[in-house]
C-alpha cells in the first residue's frame, strides 16, 4: 500500500448472481485499481451502470469484493476490508470511513440537530457541544434553526440532503465516501459543499467520490478514475 494513501483498492474483481434470472452470473468489475491519497478527491467517472456505486458500496463494507484487496489505513494499521469480519469493518465505520450517500437514514423521530451531532457524541464529545457544531452546520447548510428540533423525516428532500451532508461532516475522518452528495442541492448549498470539501481535504482526509454535477466535480477532483475501463459488462441497473 503506497505510504501517502488512505486507501489502495488493487485487482478487485466484482460479480452480482441474479437470483430472479436463473441465477445468472453478471460480472460488473474486473482487476478494479486506484489508490486513494491523503488530502486528495478521487472522483469515479464512467456511465450510469458503469459499476460506480459498487465500488462505494465495497469500500463502505455493504458489498463484498470476489477477490483482489480493499487495503484502508486504519488506526496505525492497514485493514483488507475484503477479508476483513463484520466487527472490523464496523470498528472502521466508526473510526476512519465516513460516508455522505443521497438519502438520509435515520431514527424516526429524532430532532435533526441531534441526527447531526450523534457522531461526535458517540466520540464522547459533551452533548452541547456537539449540538453547537451541528447547529454551526445546519445553519451554514441553511437549514433554519426552526426546523432544527423537528426529526427530518417531516423535511424535503433537499434538505434532508443537507441534513445528511452535515452529519457526514461533524467529525473529521481519515476517509470520506461520498456518493452524489449535491444531487438535490441549489446552487448557493452546492457552494457551501465545495467548501465543506475544500476545507476536510485541506485537513488530510481521502475522499472517493461520485458526482454527476459536472462543476462540483470540476472544482474538487485532483484524480478521477474511468470505472469503465474495469467494467466487463454493461448493465444499467447495477449503477
Not at 461520485?210 to 467494467?231: E, K, M
Request: a negative charge; glycine letters at 8%; hydrophobic letters at 45%.
Amino acid at each position: 500500500m503506497p505510504q501517502d494513501a488512505v486507501l489502495s483498492v488493487q485487482d478487485v474483481d466484482k460479480t452480482f448472481t441474479l437470483h430472479l434470472q436463473d441465477s445468472h452470473q453478471l460480472p460488473v468489475l474486473r482487476g478494479m485499481t486506484f489508490d486513494v491519497p491523503r488530502g486528495a478527491c478521487v472522483v469515479l467517472g464512467g456511465e450510469s451502470g458503469a459499476g460506480k456505486s459498487t465500488v462505494i458500496k465495497m469500500v463502505f463494507g455493504s458489498y463484498g469484493a470476489d477477490s483482489g484487496r480493499i487495503l484502508l489505513s486504519h488506526q496505525d494499521a492497514v485493514m483488507d476490508l475484503v477479508t476483513a469480519q463484520p466487527r472490523q469493518v464496523l470498528a472502521a465505520r466508526r473510526e476512519t470511513v465516513g460516508y455522505v450517500s443521497q438519502f438520509l437514514r435515520a431514527v424516526p423521530r429524532v430532532p435533526a440537530l441531534d441526527v447531526v451531532a450523534e457522531p461526535l457524541i458517540e466520540r464522547g464529545v459533551n452533548r452541547a457541544a456537539a449540538r453547537e457544531r451541528a447547529g454551526e452546520l445546519l445553519a451554514r447548510l441553511s437549514i433554519p434553526e426552526r426546523l432544527w428540533k423537528l426529526p427530518p423525516a417531516t423535511f424535503s428532500g433537499g434538505e434532508q440532503q443537507r441534513v445528511n451532508i452535515a452529519r457526514g461532516f461533524i467529525i473529521e475522518r481519515p476517509l470520506l465516501l461520498l456518493d452524489e452528495p449535491t444531487a438535490s442541492l441549489d446552487g448557493r448549498n452546492r457552494g457551501v459543499v465545495i467548501d465543506l470539501i475544500r476545507e476536510s481535504l485541506g485537513h488530510g482526509t481521502g475522499m472517493l467520490a461520485i458526482f454527476h454535477d459536472a462543476d462540483v466535480r470540476d472544482a474538487v477532483a485532483d484524480l478521477t478514475v474511468d470505472v469503465q475501463s474495469f467494467t466487463p459488462v454493461r448493465e444499467e441497473v447495477l449503477a
